[in-house]
């Protein structure tokens, strides 16, 4: 949470407090407002050639431009009552130019060819600034222009197209299903996005996307007040790079469990889950409080999706590995020499890793980075072994490499783009395995479902994970409910510990819609694929305390 | 018109946009704010920028349906079409049961937070500090990675019973990590002010290029529960869950660490040793705070926890309405009274502990008991025998802050320090905790 939230937060009631820290870019508008149509694609092909030419004139070696329009809608909910409604816009330009070999960067919401120039010559003469502290100078790897050319993402129904009544019916529906199955208390949300950016660089890419975000949510919450016990289960969707059509619940993407669980594909049935959730929460106020010790863990895809994230995903990102993030974020345990040996054994021979910005339906995908380059996917762990990174242009050639892999973003137009975080997927097991099946295998263990509490170090060694429901497994079979359940373990000792893998009719994506990196900081949003994972002997720890 | 108006430049401004309202109540809120910053890292910057914020907000009302409709640039158009806006949506919306309609003037305290130091400091002023912190780290083969960031903004309100606030501020907030060339050792330091001319950036480095150099060879203590010294930079990211956490309608509602058996809350009770004492206090010269919260209520010197015990809940107008109590703002700001030890005596007074100067990725375990998880980061060190004897690796903590100050053993001097989670400011002493529980140990340096 920042400090503007933290004031925001001062004459806000409980609802407030339960979101401090939902991000949000721009102006309040009205719902119609976020239908109208903006700049066509000639008008900002126009304006991005104002910008290119100006830097040009200042003395830029290269210039990119992001004209761009972003869209925002949340809604909350809590009981019977809408908290709020936000509609959102924000439009302008960022430029970036590299000048004397140094990167500079300047943004503005005056979109006018005379605003265009100004912030062109200011982001000029920053670099300039800049230049005289700047020991080696930007090195970018080479992009050939790609001329005009468009994506978007393939959504059935615009999320901005259905009416907000349509939104408020369904989160009430979801409340209501809820309250009715012993829900005490109730929150739900539905989150969208919808980034509309014309890229422009010196190189000669003219490029215009449509990106769209979804992310329905709820938090449901059962009370015992005489024995002055809560607890709590958060919806086990996942946000998506799709439109309303991911909240249509179609049978044929639901992926039925043990003991009649419902895993959510490329589809989700919010209702459904909220019943699931408050008959969960209830069970988890008398549930079974774990014994610690070593366990092995059957781990569903909703989990092992944030486990992905932090433990993979974070320490091989470039950027962190050579030291930029080293004053928030942190480095990274996965060093160059590490990567370099060609035998660093990240996992066991099973995992394989996968980065990708252009799986369908997931948060990652686009057309093109933030810096003109097409989409693509690589390995990052294969075999078990580290074999490469997450880049951006001016990085990857510490990697030997010639091509980036275009993992450059900006949360908004008046954000500098910087390296963020692809897709980073567990390949789903080439044996025909189900969940049902991993359980079978498993003599004492824990079954996991859902995103919990989460920490890792700033190397990304030593993490600790909860989660949001956990069956015990005896002898094969699933037992009854645990609680008070979080394991703790080392990157490298719980990759190395992954015995089996689901096969791919299980495999789907988790996601992270609000993914914090940089100072100041910016968001970011990013899926993570996988089907049900084994691990074995892994340290769980009981969390129950009294006060 | 400059971005940040005189406190009669914005009640000119408020007024004009209150005199198109037809609704049956209204609420303006506006402010302002300029930002700059500088972060650099591997001894070089890395990037910079500045950033102008202004934002109009008009709440209007016809009887409980309300709406909201915001705008940033303040034509004389835009001023009323905002208003008619506002007032469209309120028609369309639904009733809302918790609107308590808006206050009646209010009288405030004064405080200043303003410094015109910071005001005025420009992208030079910035690259100024930043270099006396980078000769240091050069010189010394050390690799820098750090954040400047200055803000200095205004706000306001007004509504249609006559209320008028105004308030305006300033703060700079800098972090550094240092870390040694080969990797094996890394120092922190965070300062935050309202003042910029207090920040001595190259005497903050030092601090940093201290820890970053003490903390190399460190070795490994097994986890237990150990005797710590929390600096108050550690102490903070703990306290802060506290301080989120106390509102009266989620104790009432069965659902916070405030929340007991049979459904009562523990508003009075002693939770936790009576040198502990939490208050809010917008007049602090060292943590100014605004003298009004977001709604218009008066801040005022508040205690939270009194003796150990819980004094206020935060009250929401509609929850104290409910309940038939007076309202409670949220707090502006947070202060923990300390005692009179200093950290060196904290430390001779220590047979076998451990010295944490700062904890990282702080989340919550379990909202009941506010058990928290997170890690030692930059700087951890073994005591014995009332001397630091090593640095030693970092650990992973499972605790709780409600616990934690059950088994307090010293207080020392508080001082303000910058939330490393979520960049808020805090008056904070550093404190000595018996039984701290460490249930792993982390290779991260």
């Known amino acids: 949470m920042k400090r503007r939230d933290f004031m925001q937060m001062s004459g806000m009631g409980l609802g407030a407090l339960m979101f401090p820290s939902v991000p949000l870019i721009g102006n309040p508008v009205s719902a119609e407002h976020l239908m109208e149509p903006w700049l066509d694609a000639a008008a900002k092909k126009q304006l991005s050639e104002t910008a290119l030419n100006a830097a040009k004139s200042k003395g830029a070696t290269y210039t990119d431009v992001r004209i761009g329009r972003y869209l925002q809608q949340y809604v909350f909910t809590r009981e019977k009552q809408v908290q709020n409604i936000v509609n959102a816009e924000s439009y302008g330009i960022g430029i970036r130019v590299i000048v004397n070999g140094t990167w500079g960067f300047s943004a503005t919401s005056d979109v006018t060819p005379d605003g265009i120039a100004k912030c062109a010559a200011t982001a000029a003469a920053i670099a300039k600034a800049n230049s005289k502290f700047q020991k080696e100078p930007v090195v970018l790897a080479e992009q050939k222009g790609v001329g005009d050319k468009t994506w978007k993402t393939p959504t059935v129904k615009n999320a901005f197209e259905i009416p907000v009544k349509e939104k408020i019916d369904l989160l009430m529906n979801v409340n209501g299903a809820a309250m009715d199955n012993g829900a005490g208390f109730v929150t739900s949300n539905l989150f969208f996005v919808n980034e509309q950016k014309y890229f422009a660089s010196s190189d000669g890419s003219f490029i215009d996307q449509d990106i769209h975000r979804i992310w329905p949510t709820f938090t449901v919450t059962v009370i015992d007040k005489a024995a002055g016990k809560f607890k709590t289960r958060d919806a086990i969707s996942s946000p998506m790079g799709m439109g309303f059509e991911y909240l249509d619940g179609v049978t044929s993407e639901k992926i039925p469990g043990p003991n009649g669980l419902v895993g959510y594909r490329n589809s989700y049935d919010m209702v459904e889950d909220a019943i699931a959730a408050a008959k969960q929460a209830k069970e988890k106020i008398t549930a079974k409080s774990v014994m610690a010790g070593k366990y092995d863990l059957v781990l569903d895809p909703n989990h092992l999706g944030l486990t992905i994230h932090e433990s993979v995903g974070h320490p091989t990102e470039l950027d962190r590995v050579l030291g930029y993030e080293a004053n928030y974020a942190g480095t990274s345990f996965a060093t160059l020499d590490k990567w370099e040996s060609k035998n660093f054994n990240y996992g066991s021979k099973l995992v394989n890793i996968v980065a990708d910005k252009t799986q369908p339906h997931s948060l990652g995908a686009v057309g093109y980075d933030d810096e003109g380059v097409p989409c693509k996917e690589w390995d990052i762990i294969k075999d078990g072994v580290l074999v490469n990174y997450q880049a951006t242009r001016d990085q990857v050639s510490i990697l030997g490499e010639k091509e980036s892999h275009g993992c450059c973003y900006a949360d908004n137009w008046n954000s500098v783009q910087f390296q963020r975080m692809p897709n980073i997927s567990l390949k789903p097991g080439t044996e025909k395995r189900s969940v049902l099946d991993m359980i079978k295998g498993v003599e004492k263990g824990i079954y996991i479902i859902g995103r919990g509490s989460y920490s890792i170090d700033q190397q990304r060694y030593n993490f600790q994970f909860g989660g949001q429901v956990f069956y015990e497994i005896k002898n094969g079979q699933l037992a009854g409910m645990l609680d008070d359940v979080a394991y703790q373990s080392n990157t490298q000792e719980f990759w190395n510990s992954c015995s089996q893998i689901c096969d791919k009719d299980d495999y789907r994506t988790f996601g992270s819609f609000f993914d914090g990196k940089g100072q100041p900081s910016q968001v970011s949003a990013v899926s993570h694929g996988s089907a049900t994972t084994r691990f074995d002997g892994v340290n769980v720890i009981n969390t129950g305390r009294k006060i | ?445």
């Open chain 2, 1 to 445: 018109m400059s971005v940040i108006l005189t406190e009669s430049e914005a009640k000119a401004l408020l007024q004009k946009v209150l005199s198109y309202s037809k609704a049956d109540e209204c609420e303006i809120n506006l402010s302002g704010e300029l930002r700059g910053n500088l972060r650099y890292a591997r001894n070089e910057v890395s990037t910079s920028g500045s950033l102008i914020n202004q934002n109009l907000q008009v709440q209007s009302a016809f009887g409980k349906k309300v709406g909201v409709a915001t705008i940033d640039e303040f034509s004389e158009e835009s001023l009323e079409k905002v208003v008619r806006r506002a007032e469209e949506l309120a028609r369309l919306a639904p009733e809302n049961p918790e609107y308590v309609g808006v206050l009646e003037p209010q009288k405030y305290v004064t405080t200043k937070g303003f410094f015109e130091s910071t005001s005025n400091a420009s992208p030079e002023t910035r690259a100024t500090a930043v270099l006396k912190s980078l000769e240091l780290t050069r010189t010394q083969k050390l690799t820098a990675a750090g954040f400047l960031e200055n803000q200095s903004g205004y706000s306001a309100m007004m509504n249609s019973k006559g209320l008028f606030a105004y308030y305006p501020s300033t703060s700079v907030n800098f972090s550094l990590t240092v870390r040694t060339e080969d990797g094996t050792g890394s120092g922190y330091v965070a300062k935050g002010y309202s003042d910029i001319s207090k920040l001595d950036t190259a005497a903050a480095t030092k601090i940093a290029i201290q820890k970053s150099l003490g903390s190399v060879g460190a070795k490994a203590l097994e986890p237990g529960k150990y005797t710590v010294i929390l600096e108050p930079t550690a102490a903070a990211v703990l306290l802060e869950n506290i301080f989120f956490r106390m509102d009266a309608r989620s104790a009432d509602e069965g659902r916070s660490f405030l929340s007991k058996q049979g459904g009562k809350t523990k508003m009075g009770e002693k939770i936790m040793d009576e040198r502990v004492n939490f208050y809010s206090d917008p007049t602090n010269p060292d943590l100014p705070s605004s003298p009004w919260s977001g709604d218009g209520q008066p801040q005022e010197k508040r205690y939270w926890i009194e003796k150990g015990s819980v004094k206020n809940m935060h009250y929401s107008r509609y929850w104290a309405q409910k309940n038939n109590v007076k309202p409670v703002p949220f707090p502006g700001n947070m202060i923990m009274d300390g005692g009179t030890a200093t950290l060196d005596e904290m430390i001779k007074s220590t047979k076998q502990g451990i010295l944490v100067t700062k904890l990282w990725y702080i989340r919550t375990v379990d909202p009941q008991t506010l058990l928290l998880t997170g890690l030692t980061r930059d700087g951890t060190f073994y005591i014995e025998n009332g001397k630091i004897k090593h640095p030693i690796k970092n650990f992973r903590f499972n605790e709780s802050p409600v616990i934690m100050l059950n088994n307090l053993e010293t207080l020392g001097k508080p001082e303000r320090v910058v939330s490393t989670e979520s960049d808020q400011n805090y008056l904070i002493p550093p404190m000595k905790i018996r039984e701290f529980t460490f249930s792993s140990l982390s290779d991260a340096v």
